[in-house]
């Protein structure tokens, strides 16, 4: 860094202040704009500056409650996008209004959710303002001169490395959903709302919604935020053997999921991938059945308050961070843990 460190260009030195570009969809805010909030409240105290969000929608009233939700999770100002172009999310529109209000006002910083719609808005976004982009961030820190740094695995989880956009503007990052805490709310928390007209004009936009289908998929998981997980691994040794993780999770009222290798295998599908490439999850309790504890997995689930690990193996890498371990076979323990907690 000291050796590529350069001025930063003087049309940049103006820029100030911590943003987070909130995600709406479906009328909600997606929680993790919320945890965003919170870290970005952390950057923006230390840096002196103000903490504001972006929201963008169609409806009034759905802008103005997360607007309110978003002064109560800490932000200072909201600067608010409403048109009928950006009823239903679209890359194009929400690239260009969101693009327009930076040009406009001119953030230090941009955080967006790395989730399937934030990924692909923070991409564009970072290419049409022609500035860096650091994706998937597992932490954020910030300096006096306002560089952030932003730090991601790298070298496929074995390496943590911090990144700096040193001579753009804004500095851009993304993170999961659970990646950070979710912040406390302060109910009645206020701030100054700054309406920017879009000025989208809906028969410029190339792109048209003709219908949305109902994800077929009844069984989408929702692991980031389940309070209980039992996942397995492939010490479990069969698709069959995996049942006992499912039915051990139904009886605690939880989620399950497993480790990369059972995705390729097709015990699960990818969206119950626990792990560096797969979901983030804080559980109060994470069940891991005959998973080994590589770091790629380890970097998902480390935010989880009790960690119980069942392994075959006394030295399995899982044993250094599981909060309880317990050296058993796991196709014998997970059916009479399930039995026992049935029975009680
Ligand atoms: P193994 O490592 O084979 O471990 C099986 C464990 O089960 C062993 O510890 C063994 O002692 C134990 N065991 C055996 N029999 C029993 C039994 N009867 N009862 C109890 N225990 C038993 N992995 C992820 O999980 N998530 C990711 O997101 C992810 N992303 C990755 C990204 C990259 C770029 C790369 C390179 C790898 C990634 N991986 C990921 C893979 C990761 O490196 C490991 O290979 C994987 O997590 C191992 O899965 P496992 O623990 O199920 O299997």
Redesign the pocket.
Request: no cysteine; net charge negative.
């Given at each position: 860094r000291a050796n590529t460190k350069k001025e930063l260009p003087e049309h940049f030195k103006a820029y100030k202040h911590v943003w987070v570009a909130v995600e709406i969809e479906h009328g909600q805010v997606h929680s993790v704009s919320f945890e965003l909030l919170g870290e970005g409240r952390k950057l923006a105290d230390k840096r002196g500056v103000e903490l504001a969000a972006v929201v963008m929608g169609d409806d009034r009233a759905s802008l103005d409650a997360a607007a309110v939700a978003c002064f109560e999770y800490g932000a200072d100002c909201v600067y608010l996008a409403q048109d009928p172009a950006l009823k239903h999310y679209r890359n194009e529109t929400s690239t260009k209004v969101l693009t327009d209000i930076v040009n406009t006002y001119q953030p230090e910083i941009l955080l967006l959710g790395a989730t399937n719609l934030g990924r692909d808005l923070a991409g564009s976004v970072a290419t049409t303002l022609q500035t860096g982009l650091t994706a998937d961030c597992t932490e954020l820190a910030i300096d006096d001169e306002g560089s952030l740094a932003a730090t991601r695995p790298t070298f496929?989880?074995s390496l943590l490395c911090t990144i700096f956009t040193l001579n753009y503007r804004p500095q851009m990052a993304t993170v999961r959903p659970r990646v950070l805490a979710m912040p406390d709310r302060e109910e009645g928390r206020t701030g100054r709302i700054v309406e920017f007209d879009p000025k989208l004009v809906e028969d410029d936009v190339i792109t048209k919604v003709l219908d949305f289908i109902a994800d077929r998929d009844t069984d989408k998981a929702n692991l980031p935020y389940a309070d209980i997980v039992v996942a397995g691994?492939?010490?479990?040794?069969s698709a069959e053997n995996f049942q006992l993780v499912k039915e051990l999770a139904e009886v605690l009222g939880a989620e399950y999921g497993?480790?990369?290798?059972?995705v390729q295998k097709g015990w699960i599908t990818s969206d119950r991938?626990?792990?560096?490439?797969?979901k983030t999850i804080r559980p109060k309790l994470y069940i891991a059945?005959?998973?080994?504890?590589?770091?790629?997995?380890r970097v998902?689930v480390e935010g989880a308050d009790v960690i119980v690990a069942?392994?075959?193996?006394p030295n399995?890498p899982?044993f250094e961070f599981a909060h309880l371990g317990i050296v058993?076979?796991?196709?014998t323990l997970l059916p009479a843990l399930t039995d026992a907690f049935a029975a009680r």
């Open positions: 496929g989880g691994g492939l010490g479990l040794g497993g480790s990369r290798p059972l991938q626990i792990g560096q490439t797969g059945a005959g998973i080994s504890g590589a770091i790629q997995h998902g069942i392994n075959t193996d399995a899982i058993a076979d796991a196709v």
